[in-house]
């Protein structure tokens, strides 16, 4: 009972809650972070620094009035939000966050599921995922929603493929599926399959990006073209849904990272768990360096890019990859 | 979301939920990113390094009238641009406040034309004018706190954007 129920329940609290608490502050660290690398100061007059600047949003947020423009697809326009942000949670349940723990002489293993399919389950959630972001765009009976829920059909249909074909290389290696398997075999410092798979990392880290609709290729939300693209009509907290969704994939892209090649919660001195954070928040902040670093692309540009470099590449990569398994083993 | 409109009275649970809701409406006041003349570039000036509007939590200008809380009308209002603020304004989903930034807007300024509308308040209610040719970004964030002053002392229900709810108690008359 306790073991089939209540652990699990528990645990299920625990870290959505987390997760999403640091989800809420990866919003303030990146207002702080681009304020910095922009000589000002971000956020500084709703707590200490500004910590509680998350919490006054979501207030704000909270009261604020709720539009469904009169042309808009009702029942679409309101089941968008809850598709983006349930699917990006759900996210959460496979990626361990640490080694087992013993409490209370019971053996308690720090994710919630590990299925022997575990990264083809994110790939496809995440994928459903931003089915949120093509319907909001399609249904608010808006252009620019319209044009931004094009663009992010787009965008998933052609990064997904580069995506894909890293994590293959990364699948090969290791020989599972299974994300408890890829961290387990990448226990030694020389292991981690950053050094193993360097171009994979780079394709996935940049395929990553494309597939987060961030910066250097944030198209479906082009402020500057779209005015913002599929959540233009949205406001309130099903506006929220949409940002928190949008975090939250980028916290889980971060974790993923972590996991399939920086060697997940491995690491030397520190217990497992504060391992993983701490490279979760470094590849988090490295995604903010890039934001305030490079404008956006050209939208051709952006599928030239994928489809002229990153897919050939990864490509090439699996071969190789194959090739050398075959090889060795 | 219009919680707060089901809400009547002057009890601990009203003042309190009052409070807290105008502290949050008064630190996350976000922008419409909207100019219209040579203001508007003092506007922008004002997110810049050297002001930066972000320490009050307004950095966050959104594109779509939906999300944002504030209107800057920031430069000359003719005539012809008329229709298209008061357009905007109606987009943005309440509360939203107003700034006239700078002479033109607050009553025409130099401009004292045909083609040009001698001052915003002739079409939109404005909360607070910024004096000017252009006001300087202090002025601006000057313009800012007024309005975060003013949040903090508005009551729920005396809004223009409350509608009375189910849970209204019927006076006596
Ligand atoms: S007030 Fe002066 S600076 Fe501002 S829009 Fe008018 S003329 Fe330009």
């Known amino acids: 009972m306790t073991d089939l129920l209540i652990i699990p329940i528990i645990k299920m609290l625990v870290i959505f809650g987390v997760c999403l608490f640091f989800v809420a502050y990866t919003t303030w660290i990146e207002r702080k972070a681009l304020g910095h690398f922009q000589l000002r100061y971000g956020p500084m007059r709703v707590g200490y620094h500004g910590l509680l600047q998350p919490l006054a949003d979501a207030v704000k947020n909270f009261f604020k009035e709720e539009v469904v423009p009169d042309n808009a697809d009702r029942a679409v326009f309101l089941m968008a939000p809850v598709i983006s942000i349930s699917f990006a949670v759900m996210l959460l349940a496979v990626i361990p966050f640490g080694p087992a723990m013993t409490i209370f002489g019971k053996r308690i293993d720090l994710y919630l599921a590990?299925?022997?399919?575990?990264?083809?389950?994110?790939?496809?959630?995440?994928?459903i995922g931003s089915y949120g972001t093509i319907l909001g765009g399609w249904s608010s009976g808006n252009k620019y929603g319209y044009m931004g829920g094009l663009r992010a059909s787009a965008m998933i249909i052609s990064y997904e493929l580069s995506l894909a074909f890293a994590v293959l290389s990364i699948i090969m290696v290791t020989g599972s599926f299974s994300l408890v398997d890829m961290v387990a075999a990448q226990q030694h410092f020389w292991d981690w399959n950053i050094f193993r798979e360097p171009v994979a990392f780079l394709v996935f880290m940049i395929s990553g990006i494309a597939e987060l609709n961030r910066t250097p290729f944030d198209m479906p939300e082009a402020e500057s073209e779209l005015c913002c693209g599929y959540n233009i009509e949205y406001s309130s907290m099903k506006f929220s849904l949409f940002f928190l969704a949008e975090y939250t994939h980028l916290f889980v892209f971060a974790s993923l990272v972590t996991t399939l090649f920086l060697g997940g919660w491995h690491g030397p001195v520190l217990p497992g768990l504060v391992w993983f954070f701490v490279k979760t928040f470094a590849v988090i902040f490295v995604c903010i360096w890039i934001r305030a670093t490079i404008p956006r692309l050209r939208y051709d540009k952006v599928m030239k890019l994928e489809w002229k470099f990153l897919l050939p590449v990864a490509l090439a990569n699996v071969i190789a990859t194959g090739v050398v398994v075959a090889l060795l083993g | 979301m219009g919680l707060e409109n089901q809400l009547v009275g002057d009890n601990?649970?009203?003042?309190?939920?009052?409070?807290?809701?105008?502290?949050?409406?008064?630190?996350?006041?976000?922008?419409?990113?909207?100019?219209?003349?040579?203001?508007?570039?003092?506007?922008?000036?004002?997110?810049?390094?050297?002001?930066?509007?972000?320490?009050?939590?307004?950095?966050?200008?959104?594109?779509?009238?939906?999300?944002?809380?504030?209107?800057?009308?920031?430069?000359?209002?003719?005539?012809?641009?008329?229709?298209?603020?008061?357009?905007?304004?109606?987009?943005?989903?309440?509360?939203?406040?107003?700034?006239?930034?700078?002479?033109?807007?607050?009553?025409?300024?130099?401009?004292?034309?045909?083609?040009?509308?001698q001052g915003a308040d002739q079409i939109i209610p404005v909360d607070v004018y910024i004096p000017g040719c252009p006001p300087r970004p202090e002025a601006v964030l000057a313009g800012l706190m007024k309005i975060q002053e003013k949040i903090r002392t508005e009551r729920l229900d005396q809004r223009r954007d409350f509608k009375p709810g189910m849970l209204e108690i019927p006076t006596g008359n």
């Open chain 1, 114 to 127: 590990n299925p022997s399919i575990g990264i083809l389950f994110i790939l496809g959630l995440a994928t």
């Open chain 2, 12 to 117: 601990v649970l009203v003042t309190s939920l009052n409070k807290l809701v105008n502290w949050g409406r008064s630190n996350s006041v976000w922008p419409c990113t909207f100019g219209l003349a040579c203001c508007a570039l003092e506007m922008i000036a004002s997110t810049l390094a050297d002001f930066d509007i972000s320490r009050f939590g307004s950095e966050v200008f959104r594109p779509s009238p939906r999300q944002s809380d504030l209107i800057i009308i920031a430069g000359t209002l003719t005539k012809k641009m008329s229709v298209m603020v008061k357009r905007i304004y109606d987009q943005m989903a309440d509360p939203k406040w107003v700034i006239a930034m700078g002479a033109c807007a607050s009553c025409g300024g130099v401009f004292k034309s045909y083609a040009v509308v």
